[in-house]
């Protein structure tokens, strides 16, 4: 992949929560397309993909659920505890990773690529990489995460960490490395500079200076001007925390570090409406699907043309990321404005209704309490089609 033209590919690899997918959202931040290798995976052999019937000839009928879907604990039973079996399932979905991934590379505007992989170095995809990157974080660190954010325990989080291969081993052959302590103020001033000394010539493509110049809005004035909107940068922190703790009357109220650590995970696109600040939404591309939360609007504006503006700079930028599908979780009286959305070419949806796993996934993922999904399809030529 990396001799494509104009092409430059990190390989991204770490331990289990030593944070590769926050240094990977951070590239993306910077200018990278980023790629989840391990995201991919499951995409080949969920319904109707490349590898579905390839992984059913191979282990059975049984591994299938009600909805005729492979079952993704049933094969991780088989396979974690069968090397054997490991080898199979990997000799059937690391090509079609590897086809997907070309596919992506290539369809790529960005001249960066990353590629996340937990197995990264033990796989073909090692070799067509001109920088390998490694996040580490001490063990301590480690078991916390595990403990706090996906509830294990602390032997569960032990067993985990001890199952992989030594963090070791992936520091010695790496170009660079990121140690993540926890601090997200220092993760992003060592993949800033990473990325600068690793591209010469590299920099923030940064589109947000302008938000520096937006002045929080009057409620009781009525706004005048044009709608723009611009893509909110981690420098921007404050901004966004004032904004959505305005916005939302409390009701989301967020700190500068609220908003710095919420960059591990989405941007944010912010409206303005001359020069005063008007809306928000945070979004994120996960497995080629968008989704947009945390929409707060100003009450003295036009609805339809805020969401309009702000939904299309979504869209947009989701479209540099190759998104195949954009879902939107509205709350309170937005998800009530289902006319607006017709017309922005959304429908109110159900998870169950989406079709694709990976949108149906990612929908029941994000939806909340209250919040109405609405679904848009934003390409037709998906990279894992069906077949």
């Not at 009530?336 to 996934?361: C, F, H, M, S």
Request: with cysteine.
């Amino acid at each position: 992949m990396s001799s494509i033209p104009g092409k430059f590919v990190i390989g991204l690899t770490g331990n289990i929560a030593t944070g590769k997918s926050v240094v990977r959202r951070m590239l993306e931040h910077l200018g990278a397309y980023t790629i989840d290798a391990d995201a991919l995976t499951h995409r080949v052999y969920a319904k109707g993909a490349p590898g579905y019937q390839q992984v059913i000839d191979k282990f059975g009928k049984w591994i299938l659920n009600k909805d005729a879907e492979i079952d993704r604990a049933k094969l991780g039973n088989l396979v974690f505890s069968d090397p054997e079996a490991m080898r199979q399932l990997e000799d059937i979905v690391h090509p079609l990773v590897r086809q997907a991934a070309d596919i992506l590379v290539k369809r790529a505007t960005q001249s960066v690529i990353v590629i996340e992989a937990i197995k990264l170095l033990e796989g073909d995809l090692r070799n067509v990489c001109d920088s390998i990157w490694v996040t580490n974080a001490p063990e301590e660190t480690q078991v916390e995460r595990l403990v706090k954010k996906r509830g294990l325990s602390r032997e569960q989080a032990l067993e985990r960490i001890h199952s992989q291969s030594p963090q070791s081993q992936k520091v010695t052959v790496a170009n660079m490395v990121i140690t993540n302590t926890g601090s997200y103020d220092d993760l992003w001033k060592q993949v800033s500079e990473a990325w600068k000394q690793i591209i010469p010539g590299a920099s923030e493509k940064d589109s947000g200076d302008t938000v520096q110049k937006m002045k929080p809005a009057k409620v009781a004035k009525e706004l005048t001007g044009d709608f723009t909107v611009v893509r909110g940068k981690p420098k921007h922190a404050s901004i966004i925390s004032e904004l959505i703790t305005r916005l939302s009357k409390g009701k989301r109220t967020m700190s500068v570090d609220d908003v710095m650590e919420s960059f591990g995970e989405k941007a944010y696109m912010l409206l303005q409406i001359g020069d005063q600040m008007a809306g928000v939404a945070g979004w994120q591309v996960e497995n080629l699907v968008t989704r947009t939360s945390d929409i707060f609007l100003e009450e003295n504006i036009d609805t339809a043309k805020a969401l309009e503006v702000l939904i299309e700079g979504v869209e947009k930028a989701s479209a540099e990321l190759q998104s195949e599908a954009s879902l939107i979780f509205a709350l309170n009286e937005l998800a009530n404005q289902e006319t607006i959305w017709q017309k922005l070419g959304y429908e109110k949806r159900t998870p169950e209704t989406l079709g694709v796993q990976a949108w149906q996934d990612a929908a029941i993922e994000s939806t909340s309490a209250g919040s109405g999904l609405f679904f848009k399809q934003l390409r037709q030529d998906r990279v894992l089609r069906p077949i």
